[in-house]
T-cell receptor, first 112, second 111 residues
Framework: DADVTQTPRNRITKTGKRIMLECSQT?????MYWYRQDPGLGLRLIYY???????NKGEISDGYSVSRQAQAKFSLSLESAIPNQTALYFC???????????FGSGTRLTVV | SQKIEQNSEALNIQEGKTATLTCNYT??????LQWYRQDPGRGPVFLLL?????KEKRKERLKVTFDTTLKQSLFHITASQPADSATYLC??????????FGTGTSLTVIP
């Protein structure tokens, strides 16, 4: 099984719909992150969490919300999806000791 | 805000040669710099981390340099192989809590 699992892998949704992307990890890491990746813009941080009771906004949090249900689970919600939220979304974890991030395989989201 | 620039054009090299990728940054003084490999449709995979007080770091065929005066990191793959073909991302961080990513450079190694 993958260390960081994202579901779904692909999703097409309509404008205005609420959608949740889920992430679970078996690394035992406290820190979890949500990034989106767009061509030409690279990876941009949406939200991050250092433990279950800690949630922080990243560079581009508007239009998104998150929930840290447990140490191993971190979900990202789009309250009312819009077409410019079409992107590849990645969840990542770290142990906070300046080692590399472990990324999931991503969710490709299309908003029509 | 910080700006991170990587070779915007794809890099094509012959198998066996050394590939050199560049990461330049402005408006930032990172304490750490990381390099990742990303294959199409997959998440980035961590390769190397170098600290601001380290000039060079090696791992097998990989070598990273970090010049805080030039605000630049170079990533070298020696004896390149077709399997090294991928997109390579650099990422900069200060406390280790957040890293800011470049847009990546696509590398193709031609047999």
């Amino acid at each position: 099984d993958a260390d960081v699992t994202q579901t779904p892998r692909n999703r097409i949704t309509k404008t205005g719909k609420r959608i949740m992307l889920e992430c679970s990890q078996t690394k035992g890491h406290d820190r979890m992150y949500w990034y989106r990746q767009d061509p030409g813009l690279g990876l941009r941080l949406i939200y991050y969490s250092f433990d279950v009771k800690d949630i922080n906004k990243g560079e581009i949090s508007d239009g998104y919300s998150v929930s840290r249900q447990a140490q191993a689970k971190f979900s990202l919600s789009l309250e009312s999806a819009i077409p410019n939220q079409t992107a590849l979304y990645f969840c990542a974890t770290s142990d906070g000791r300046v080692h590399g991030y472990t990324f999931g395989s991503g969710t490709r989201l299309t908003v029509v | 805000s910080q700006k991170i620039e990587q070779n915007s054009e794809a890099l094509n090299i012959q198998e066996g040669k050394t590939a050199t990728l560049t990461c330049n940054y402005t408006n930032y003084s990172p304490a750490y710099l990381q390099w990742y490999r990303q294959d199409p449709g997959r998440g980035p995979v961590f390769l190397l981390l170098i600290r601001e007080n380290e000039k060079e770091k090696r791992k097998e065929r990989l070598k990273v340099t970090f010049d805080t005066t030039l605000k630049q990191s170079l990533f070298h793959i020696t004896a390149s192989q077709p399997a090294d073909s991928a997109t390579y991302l650099c990422a900069l961080g200060d406390t280790g809590n957040q890293f800011y990513f470049g847009t990546g450079t696509s590398l193709t190694v031609i047999p």
